[in-house]
């Protein structure tokens, strides 16, 4: 195995790589193109209480510009897992063999189904450390890997493979099971990685109260039963074996709590989110596991924005954001089922505005309302007291989206005042203002639509 290519340089791909690259001039990275530009220009650094040192390898954001690589080793997010690999197959061989160091449990079967070869070694890290800042990684604690076949034997290739981590001074650990050996980092990561998140805080905050040790029984009490139904069998103790493991990280934030801080995506479908799904398709109940993905989806995951959503802002105490699903969810008093009956030229569902405006509390002194379209070109504002007795927001046509043809996903009209007074295509945006706003409508409208209102 002479040509490496690393896959990733973040917390844990970073500080291998670089230990790996650092007298092994066969050692070549595939990096986003945000870290690749970094790493040109500076190297790649490790920074830890046992030093400071730069390598400065090769490195391309196409493997088609590396050496066709004999060992790739993937430490990438599990959820990258599809991109990265559509990414590697131009320059994968018949000879290519892939180690994996990544959370979560279906990395390899994936790959092998994917590539229809026995090309996998399975792989688990033993780290503590961060990305300070694209191509450079802060190491605090451990440093170690256990890799394996994933039929148990001791093969060549994982000779060599551990050959290649002793030589740049890494601890390699050949383990005989290592799918066990997955599934029991994942009853770890399973608990603490939301539970940190959760608490906002360290593993020590949880490990210090008892009451949480009943927590992490259930948690690890539904994995051990999905693990045991996919042949995977672990100890009865194993919640207290989590718990004693981590005596000695207690002081650690874990990489889903810095991955949310960060405003990264999280992997919590990849553990958690994992065992309801087992769950489900094997007929286990995993309530715990998953109340757990809910909580850390809804914390973390960024505002919706973007097609398909309209953002209510401005002089509101909170401002919200709402999809079609939402807004069928509204009450029924606001729903208008068939908009042809106060407009026979359309056709549709409709929400009023009324219970739109209803959703956010609006400032004290609040008296307009703009709608924007979400390229920014075309708005309409009406006086509140119009918006709430006229407006009406279009959003879906036979059950499905209102097509972009027609004006969708929203359209605002307003029957009543007339098509002229208030007719914006795409809306994106609801602002609440004190105060007339942005006018693009024609200067020349009906006295019914222009209440305190004019053109912008």
Known sequence: MKQIMMVGAGSVGGFFGVHLAKNNPNVAFLLRPKTFAAVKQ????????????TVHPQAASDPRELPKPDLIILAVKAYDLDEVMSQLEPVLTDRTVILTLQNGIDTEDRIIERL??????????????????????????????SIGELMGHESQRLLQIRDLFAAAGIPCQLSKDIRRSKWE???WNCVFNPLTVLIDDKVSKALDHPEMMQVIRQIVGEIIAVSASLKVPLPAD?????????????????????????GRRTEIRNLNGYIVEQGHALGIP???????TAMIKTITEKEQSGPGIVRIEGDVVQPVSMDRAAMRQLPAEYQVEDIGKVMPSMKGRAITVKGLLDVPA??????????HSSDGKYA???????????????????????????????????????????????????EVRVGSGKDTRPSERPPACTGETGPA
């Open 42 to 53: 500076n190297g790649l650094t490790i920074r830890s209480a046992t030093g400071t040192f």
């Open 362 to 371: 609006l400032g004290i002194q609040a008296d307009h309302v703009t709608f």
């Open 116 to 145: 229809k070869r026995d090309c996998v070694v399975g792989g688990v890290a033993f780290i503590y450390s961060k990305i300070a800042a694209p191509g450079v990684i802060d190491h605090y604690k451990k440093g170690s890997v």
């Open 380 to 430: 309409a504002t009406l006086t509140l007291q119009q918006a709430i007795d006229f407006g009406l927001l279009l959003y879906e046509v036979d059950g499905e989206p209102l097509p972009d043809g027609k004006g969708g996903p929203f359209r605002l009209v307003t029957p009543g005042l007339g098509d002229l007074c208030a007719n914006v295509k795409g809306v994106g945006r609801i």
């Open 238 to 262: 194993m919640p207290e074996r989590v718990v004693k493991w981590s005596q000695e990280i207690r002081d650690i934030h874990t990489s889903m709590y810095d991955d949310w801080k960060a």
């Open 185 to 187: 980092k994942m009853c």
């Open 286 to 292: 995993t309530p715990v596991n998953e109340a757990l």
